[in-house]
């Protein structure tokens, strides 16, 4: 049953001046919406009721309806989300929400600077995971390519995770301009955020995926510098036409210590099942640890290899997911 289809259908009758929305910036108290058929981009304030259980974010879809004493709008309904990008707040156990309704994460990492950091992208891999949301990696900046890292293997990494990967440059002279084309019809009719490190061209590659009507604020890295600039402040979402894209600001690491150690290995698909080979169940996958699956894996075959770089990751992240104690969660 589709109860977003219901809710609208209810409200219609009640207020038929009602409309739906989507909303692009939201604040504390005040939301810019685009309301949907008319494609108008309007402001509107929230039922207090509403911000009380649940703040709305970038992506919902809400109803409006015109304010009598204002020439704002006022949103009466938050729809039910199809899915959230979210981290818990580990002392108040709150869930702090960025954006929701999306159909792909597009994962922005830079291949020359900022550099690649592999296990950010498995970081952010593990949240999509949890997230529930597909993933799409963008190796951006292939312009300026040179080896830095070994890309043949990472690709075939993302190919065992079954994860799809771009080969991108914003240059338009670059032979990897062409990939933006690509990557345009497969974001086609779908709602997609860029998620990466500042500096690494989420801002820049919206803009070039809008053919260049879309100017937003993109930063040059400051010589010497290769962290980004921080250059995108707010979440927001853009329309293009064809599709929509949140573009939001870069985070220099991305915590994942609100994920319990039980719900990780959950993060982990490809790894699960390999878990349950190891000869003891709580099994800490070391070299000293008997019995283990992994000690018996061979590094010259490329699968292994990969398999063993994904434990890597998973312990890396599991140490910090034991930092919080049981009691906090
Ligand atoms: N050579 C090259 N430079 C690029 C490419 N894409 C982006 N850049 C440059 O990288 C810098 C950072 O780009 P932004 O688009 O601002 O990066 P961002 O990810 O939005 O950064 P934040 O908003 O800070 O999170 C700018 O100087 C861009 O011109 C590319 O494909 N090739
Ligand atoms: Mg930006
Ligand atoms: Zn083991």
């Given at each position: 049953m589709d109860v977003n289809r219901i809710c609208t259908t209810f409200s219609h009758l009640w207020y038929l001046e009602s409309m739906e929305a989507k909303i692009i910036r939201s604040s504390k108290r005040e939301?810019?919406?685009?309301?949907?058929?008319?494609?108008?981009?309007?402001?509107?304030?929230?039922?207090?009721?509403?911000?009380?259980?649940?703040?709305?974010?970038?992506?919902?879809?809400?109803?409006?309806?015109?304010?009598?004493?204002?020439?704002?709008?006022?949103?009466?309904?938050?729809?039910?989300?199809?899915?959230?990008?979210?981290?818990?707040?580990?002392?108040?156990?709150?869930?702090?929400?960025?954006?929701?309704?999306?159909?792909?994460?597009l994962i922005v990492t830079s291949v020359s600077k900022p550099e690649y950091k592999p296990f950010l992208i498995d970081r952010y891999i593990t949240?999509?995971?949890?997230?529930?949301?597909?993933?799409?990696?963008?190796f951006n900046k292939m312009d300026e390519f040179d080896n830095q890292f070994d890309l043949e293997f990472e690709k075939k990494k993302f190919e065992s995770l079954g994860v799809n990967y771009f080969e991108i440059s914003n240059e338009v002279n670059s032979r990897y301009f062409s990939q933006v084309e690509d990557l345009r019809s497969l974001l086609r009719g779908k709602t997609t955020i860029c998620l990466g490190q500042s500096g690494v061209g989420k801002s820049?590659?919206?803009?070039?995926?809008?053919?260049?009507?879309?100017?937003?604020?993109?930063?040059?890295?400051?010589?010497?510098?290769?962290?980004?600039?921080?250059?995108?402040?707010?979440?927001?979402?853009?329309?293009?036409g064809e599709f929509f894209m949140v573009d939001s600001p870069g985070v220099r690491t991305l915590s994942i210590a609100d994920i319990s150690p039980d719900e990780l290995i959950e993060c982990f698909p490809d790894l699960e099942p390999l878990f349950g080979q190891c000869k003891f169940k709580d099994c800490r996958h070391?070299?000293?640890?008997?019995?283990?699956y992994f000690n018996e894996l061979n590094e010259e075959n490329l699968e292994d290899l990969i398999t063993l770089h994904r434990l890597h990751a998973y312990k890396k992240m599991r140490e910090e997911a034991e930092t919080i104690p049981d009691w906090q969660r």
């Open positions: 939301f810019d919406c685009l309301i949907l058929d008319k494609k108008q981009e309007v402001k509107a304030v929230c039922l207090r009721e509403i911000l009380k259980k649940e703040h709305p974010v970038v992506g919902d879809k809400v109803l409006l309806r015109e304010m009598e004493s204002d020439d704002r709008f006022e949103i009466y309904e938050v729809c039910e989300r199809q899915n959230e990008i979210f981290r818990r707040i580990v002392r108040s156990r709150k869930k702090k929400v960025i954006a929701s309704n999306l159909d792909a994460i949240r999509t995971v949890q997230w529930n949301i597909p993933a799409i990696v963008i820049r590659l919206i803009s070039s995926l809008s053919g260049g009507e879309i100017e937003l604020l993109s930063a040059r890295l400051a010589k010497g510098v290769e962290k980004g600039a921080h250059t995108t402040t707010w979440a927001e979402l853009i329309d293009l070391e070299k000293k640890s008997k019995g283990c």
